[in-house]
């Protein structure tokens, strides 16, 4: 299924790029990206459920994918979803382009390297940033694209290779808005049982600002005996700080969650489906009833720790000037009793902001986390981040 947008969404006027060898980067011209075969171990799965957005437009079918959706969004936190309006085709193209940037010699990637004393994140973060103490540094690479909107124009400069394609990148990731996250958010509303279905959506409209970005991201490989010095990645539990994050499918292993009783399971890869994970921002906004899911990001079984870990996400988030409350007039929020979740009233632009600071500055963080010494750190306005089970 090729892409359609459900949101018209309007395409900013492209400037005249000029690039010095525009037949280079051709995909003919690139090697095409190849998944790494799937783990034979057997491990302990995640039972997640699919939602097919193919139903989404069928009579009734928001209602039964709603239905499907109850127990995920209140308890797990974590789904897929098929038939999403891209073709596989696409996708392949997409991870083709990941590849071949985090190819492109280092000197040409740190010339658009993240702003990180500022808490920005749109660029090229280079691995090797986060060394917990007693640990290797982290195997991280990641490059991040804002929206394609007139708040954006300018901003961020990217390589060649990049360039050649941005029509193309900017399709893709207006595809995943239109066709993903705000179908979801109309999924979210009836769940919550919102008058207005609409509700969610006002928050999230692609042409005004926010933070929402499309991100390559690559996991270098690492010795048995790197592994073992960083505990096998069992320090990472972490929550996404957004609304919710879209993660294509990546049949290297290591992407696990925590579930309610306290036990990690593993997700896996499924064929066609994007994996969809509730971040912070929407449980913000539900008093903590939609939950923010708790997730790491291990050691790969040993089949497959020669292979590099490649991934493509989106992660959405509201409106800069959304204010972080609870809804209130939810019937479901108002029986749960749930509470605002901040000292004071505090916009999405100073959770980022505050969030990214320690996400992105290692040594701010450390100190901290140090400050209060009990395996929690103040975010903003009384709202603590913790360290969860290894």
Same mark, same amino acid.
């Not at 399971?265 to 008093?287: K, Y």
């Given at each position: 299924m090729s892409a359609t947008l459900t949101e018209t969404v309007p395409t900013l006027p492209q400037t005249q790029i000029s690039i010095p060898d525009p037949n280079k980067y051709e995909f003919a011209n690139l090697k095409p990206y190849v998944h790494p075969p799937d783990t034979k171990s057997d491990l302990p799965w995640s039972e997640l459920v699919t939602l097919d957005l193919e139903d989404y437009h069928r009579p009734g079918g928001k209602e039964r994918l709603a239905k499907q959706l109850e127990h995920a969004v209140h308890h797990v936190g974590f789904f897929y979803v098929k038939n999403f309006g891209l073709t596989q085709e696409e996708v392949d193209r997409q991870f083709t382009l990941a590849q071949t940037f985090f190819e492109l010699p280092e000197s040409e990637k740190e010339k658009y390297e993240v702003n990180y004393k500022i808490a920005d994140y749109n660029g090229w973060r280079r691995r090797g940033l986060r060394a917990p103490q007693g640990k290797p540094k982290d195997n991280i690479e990641m490059y991040n694209m804002p929206k394609?909107?007139?708040?954006? *124009?300018?901003?961020?400069?990217?390589?060649?290779? %990049?360039?050649?394609?941005?029509?193309?990148?900017?399709?893709?990731?207006?595809?995943?808005?239109?066709?993903?996250? $705000?179908?979801?958010?109309?999924?979210?509303? %009836?769940?919550?049982? $919102?008058?207005?279905?609409?509700?969610?959506?006002?928050?999230?409209?692609?042409?005004?600002? =926010?933070?929402?970005?499309?991100?390559?991201?690559?996991?270098?490989?690492? =010795?048995?005996?790197? @592994?073992?010095?960083?505990?096998?990645?069992?320090?990472?539990?972490?929550?996404?700080?957004?609304? *919710?994050?879209?993660?294509?499918?990546?049949? *290297?292993?290591? $992407?696990?969650?925590?579930?309610?009783?306290?036990?990690?399971? @593993?997700?896996?890869?499924?064929?066609?489906? %994007?994996?969809v994970n509730l971040a912070d921002t929407i449980s913000h906004l539900t008093g903590g009833w939609l939950k923010s899911s708790v997730h790491r990001v291990v050691a790969p079984p040993e089949d497959q720790r020669q292979y590099k870990r490649t991934g493509l996400l989106y992660f959405a988030r509201p409106h800069n000037d959304t204010v972080l409350v609870p809804i209130t007039d939810s019937p479901v929020l108002e029986k749960a009793g749930v509470k605002p979740r901040f000292d004071k009233l505090v916009t999405m632009e100073e959770w980022v902001r505050a969030k990214q600071t320690l996400q992105l500055n290692p040594d701010i963080a450390a100190k901290r986390w140090a400050e209060r010494g009990d395996g929690t750190v103040e975010v903003i306005a009384g709202f603590k981040d913790r360290k969860y089970k290894e």
């Amino acid at each position: 299924m090729s892409a359609t947008l459900t949101e018209t969404v309007p395409t900013l006027p492209q400037t005249q790029i000029s690039i010095p060898d525009p037949n280079k980067y051709e995909f003919a011209n690139l090697k095409p990206y190849v998944h790494p075969p799937d783990t034979k171990s057997d491990l302990p799965w995640s039972e997640l459920v699919t939602l097919d957005l193919e139903d989404y437009h069928r009579p009734g079918g928001k209602e039964r994918l709603a239905k499907q959706l109850e127990h995920a969004v209140h308890h797990v936190g974590f789904f897929y979803v098929k038939n999403f309006g891209l073709t596989q085709e696409e996708v392949d193209r997409q991870f083709t382009l990941a590849q071949t940037f985090f190819e492109l010699p280092e000197s040409e990637k740190e010339k658009y390297e993240v702003n990180y004393k500022i808490a920005d994140y749109n660029g090229w973060r280079r691995r090797g940033l986060r060394a917990p103490q007693g640990k290797p540094k982290d195997n991280i690479e990641m490059y991040n694209m804002p929206k394609f909107t007139k708040d954006f *124009v300018g901003k961020y400069q990217h390589p060649d290779l %990049i360039k050649a394609h941005l029509p193309e990148i900017e399709s893709f990731q207006k595809a995943l808005h239109a066709n993903v996250v $705000l179908p979801l958010l109309r999924l979210f509303a %009836i769940v919550l049982q $919102l008058p207005d279905e609409e509700y969610l959506v006002k928050q999230h409209t692609y042409e005004k600002k =926010s933070e929402d970005h499309y991100r390559y991201m690559l996991y270098h490989p690492r =010795s048995d005996e790197e @592994w073992a010095a960083a505990g096998n990645g069992a320090t990472t539990g972490h929550t996404d700080l957004g609304t *919710v994050t879209l993660l294509f499918r990546q049949p *290297v292993a290591g $992407l696990q969650i925590l579930g309610e009783d306290d036990k990690w399971t @593993w997700v896996s890869a499924q064929p066609g489906t %994007i994996t969809v994970n509730l971040a912070d921002t929407i449980s913000h906004l539900t008093g903590g009833w939609l939950k923010s899911s708790v997730h790491r990001v291990v050691a790969p079984p040993e089949d497959q720790r020669q292979y590099k870990r490649t991934g493509l996400l989106y992660f959405a988030r509201p409106h800069n000037d959304t204010v972080l409350v609870p809804i209130t007039d939810s019937p479901v929020l108002e029986k749960a009793g749930v509470k605002p979740r901040f000292d004071k009233l505090v916009t999405m632009e100073e959770w980022v902001r505050a969030k990214q600071t320690l996400q992105l500055n290692p040594d701010i963080a450390a100190k901290r986390w140090a400050e209060r010494g009990d395996g929690t750190v103040e975010v903003i306005a009384g709202f603590k981040d913790r360290k969860y089970k290894e």
